[in-house]
């Protein structure tokens, strides 16, 4: 058997005006590896399709455009460029004709070429979009290594071609951010007054994850922090957001615009949890007067957590094992003369004195228990009681004491924004964005860090974060349609299957 495909154009009357002949295809005994297309006879047909598609398109538009709109006369043709047009079924080369202008008006220029002014891009949505698309998702080698292999793309896709169409896409939706203030809250409490009852809170989420940079010069400056985050409405879906502080100007509008876009108010209540890191805790205060920042209490657990795989480390038992508490160890081991003055102790004068895991374990969920119901001060207390004993059982270099130390500054740097978690619990108010953990990882991490060779400028990673979270939003179709209205994706997988 013998099937030819032909293209066959007609004119707006339904004339015939022309008929292609595209492919021809032979068929014999029908087994499962010969009924319908092959994949590189279905590429071959798209491709021919295409070129005869796009070519009759051009003639026919430069067809109505060669007479001149105001006499009539056909305009002198001068010469030809080629334009190269980009395409998922092509590349085709493209004839631009350079015309004369009819000398009946007056021109600023004795000469114009229709096509390339028709046609300022040379790349279509789609291709864009696609390579936009799977980018945001894994790399650019896969990503043009994928369309490649299933898309007629007649040229060679390079993983650098990706990259620059992708970031291309992403200053674009840059270039639509508004400016950077350092004040977003409009009106005044009289006005929020007047507004409707807000919707429920908004939690926002935020935190930071680290990518390997392509400037490294030593081990030290090899990272750099790309902030991820998510903003969660009480119903409704949540929506994710990131970029590069040292890089991204505007880091307030983007939030701000992310949380308008889920309907943000000035009477709103705003719940901003993070990790306490001095990047991201100063964002809240400027994007709503309801916003109030929390540490997040996913995060000083992860903190303990770890202080107490440490406190794995110490003696299981010691001189002093069958002491009560801490304090009391403490002050067994004091001189009787100073036995009151913590300040003074010191492990050499009792070489027998140990804290033992058991003591450090019980001491660090009292601490647990005074953060948790956000009492600060204690909880300060609890890490230098604990801090203070480690040196006198000269245990002040183990793991433990370190992440003492550091538990101490974080605590103290973060006191004003730790609440009385317990009862935020039970009034049923978020105190934790563990969601935020997983946000960085999806974000950031799985995209960027998860391959070892991967190394980014802090302008890469941000241009990508910017088109990596439109396309966990589900929102990258959306920008194409708004910049080119007959833009159309084709339905995803996901979608078509439900
Ligand atoms: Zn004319």
């Not at 505007?250 to 939030?255: A, E, S, V």
Request: net charge negative.
């Amino acid at each position: 058997m013998r099937v030819r495909v032909q293209v066959v154009i007609e004119t707006d009357d339904g004339s015939l005006a022309a008929v292609h002949e595209v492919v021809q295809l032979d068929r014999d005994a029908a087994r499962i590896d010969t009924l319908g297309l092959q994949l590189a006879e279905a590429k071959d047909l798209l491709q021919q399709v295409q070129a005869v598609l796009i070519g009759e398109h051009v003639r026919a538009c430069l067809a109505q455009q060669v007479a001149c709109p105001h006499c009539g006369r056909a305009r002198r043709h001068k010469d030809a460029a080629t334009i190269v047009l980009r395409t998922l079924f092509g590349t085709p080369h493209l004839p631009s004709p350079r015309w004369h202008h009819c000398p009946c008006q007056p021109q600023p220029r004795q000469t114009f070429s229709p096509l390339a002014a028709a046609l300022p891009e040379r790349t279509t949505p789609e291709l864009l979009y696609l390579e936009a698309k799977f980018a945001g998702l894994v790399s650019y080698g896969l990503s043009a290594q994928l369309l490649a292999e299933t898309l007629p793309l007649g040229r060679r896709l390079h993983a650098t071609a990706v990259r620059l169409h992708t970031q291309a896409t992403a200053e674009r939706l840059e270039r639509e951010l508004g400016p950077e203030r350092p004040m977003f809250i409009d009106g005044c409490q009289a006005e929020w007054d007047e507004l409707s009852r807000p919707e429920l809170p908004l939690t926002v989420g935020l935190d930071g994850g680290y990518v390997h940079s392509s400037a490294q010069t030593s081990r030290k400056d090899g990272w750099f922090a790309v902030i991820a985050g998510k903003s969660q409405p009480t119903e409704g879906p949540a929506k994710c957001f990131g970029f590069v502080q040292t890089y991204d100007p505007k880091p307030k509008r983007r939030l701000f615009e992310v949380l308008k876009s889920q309907g943000m108010q000035m009477n709103q209540q705003v719940t901003f949890l993070t990790d306490g890191g001095e990047d991201v805790r100063g964002l809240p205060r400027s994007l709503n007067p309801q916003a109030e920042h929390l540490l997040d209490w996913f995060h000083v657990t992860m903190r303990l957590t770890v202080m107490g795989q440490y406190a794995n480390g110490l003696p299981e038992a010691g001189a002093a094992a069958s002491a009560s508490s801490v304090a009391t160890i403490a002050n067994l081991a004091d001189d009787e003369d100073d036995a009151d003055d913590d300040g003074e102790r010191d492990g050499d004068e009792d070489p027998g004195f140990v804290v033992t895991r058991a003591e450090a374990e019980r001491e660090l969920e009292r601490l647990k228990w005074f953060l948790w119901h956000g009492n600060v001060f204690r909880a300060l207390q609890v890490v230098e009681d604990l801090e203070d004993d480690l040196a006198a059982a000269g245990a002040e270099q183990t793991k433990l004491a370190t992440a003492l130390r550091e538990f101490d500054g974080y605590i103290r740097a973060n006191g004003a924004w730790i609440p009385n978690y317990g009862e935020r619990y039970r009034a049923g108010e978020t105190i934790s964005s563990a969601f935020v953990e997983s946000t960085v990882n999806q974000v950031v991490s799985k995209r960027m860090v998860k391959q070892q060779q991967m190394r980014w400028t802090p302008r890469g990673a941000h241009l990508l974060v910017q088109v990596r979270t439109r396309v966990l939003n589900d929102e990258l179709a959306d920008d194409f349609r708004r910049w080119y209205p007959a833009f159309t994706p084709a339905p995803d997988i996901q979608e078509q299957a439900a």
